[in-house]
T-cell receptor
Framework: NAGVTQTPKFRVLKTGQSMTLLCAQD?????MYWYRQDPGMGLRLIHY???????AKGEVPDGYNVSRLKKQNFLLGLESAAPSQTSVYFC?????????????FGQGTRLTVV | GNSVTQMEGPVTLSEEAFLTINCTYT??????LFWYVQYPGEGLQLLLK?????DKGSNKGFEATYRKETTSFHLEKGSVQVSDSAVYFC??????????FGPGTRLSVLP
């Protein structure tokens, strides 16, 4: 029973390098989200998707890109990493937009940019 | 816009103490309310939820009641354990909106 799986779990990047974080869900959920979690800042929404082939910006989208080519996968890309992107990244999914539906979270990816 | 306010802590309690973490919200319409818990090194997981006014969500000894008149959803537990040490997030979901999370409250329970 996998739920939401994120890869990798840890990564260290040098400033200017690029990388892609992968989120996969096996629950046939329509909605998927990428958040970052920083000390004292709670969860901040980076980008989200309401279905295959769609993406939208959240509250902190700058420096990130996303793609949702397949319903089960949601990729988060960093084209040129900066130290300010050091954070813990969480992917989440949700069945649809019903108000009472819960979000399911992955285990997180701890990214350090040096 | 919609928002969630919760006490930020940290909260430190002795084992078997009573826990209250306050959460208040601002939202239009009739949101659903949630408490998520994040154990060290893990992602968030749903602890309990309530979908309409006066509903009480409960799980693992934790309870919270959806109070529309005071726009609150306070989390309570009668006797905390060391294993309850975690960060607790209050959240709301409103029609046509993404989830809105509070800043989280760190709870430490000492033996």
């Amino acid at each position: 029973n996998a739920g939401v799986t994120q890869t990798p779990k840890f990564r260290v990047l040098k400033t200017g390098q690029s990388m892609t974080l992968l989120c996969a869900q096996d629950m046939n959920h329509e909605y998927m989200y990428w958040y970052r979690q920083d000390p004292g800042m709670g969860l901040r929404l980076i980008h989200y998707s309401v279905g295959e082939g769609t993406t939208a910006k959240g509250e902190v989208p700058d420096g990130y890109n996303v793609s949702r080519l397949k319903k089960q996968n949601f990729l988060l890309g960093l084209e040129s990493a900066a130290p300010s992107q050091t954070s813990v990244y969480f992917c989440a999914s949700r069945l649809d937009s019903t108000v009472w539906g819960e979000a399911f979270f992955g285990q997180g990816t701890r990214l350090t940019v040096v | 816009g919609n928002s969630v306010t919760q006490m930020e802590g940290p909260v430190t309690l002795s084992e078997e103490a009573f826990l209250t973490i306050n959460c208040t919200y601002t939202a239009t319409g009739y949101p659903s309310l949630f408490w998520y818990v994040q154990y060290p090194g893990e992602g968030l997981q749903l602890l309990l939820k309530a979908t309409k006014a006066d509903d009480k969500g409960s799980n693992k000894g934790f309870e919270a009641t959806y109070r529309k008149e005071t726009t609150s959803f306070h989390l309570e537990k009668g006797s905390v354990q060391v294993s309850d040490s975690a960060v607790y997030f209050c959240a709301l979901s409103a029609r046509g909106q993404n989830f809105v999370f509070g800043p989280g409250t760190r709870l430490s329970v000492l033996p």
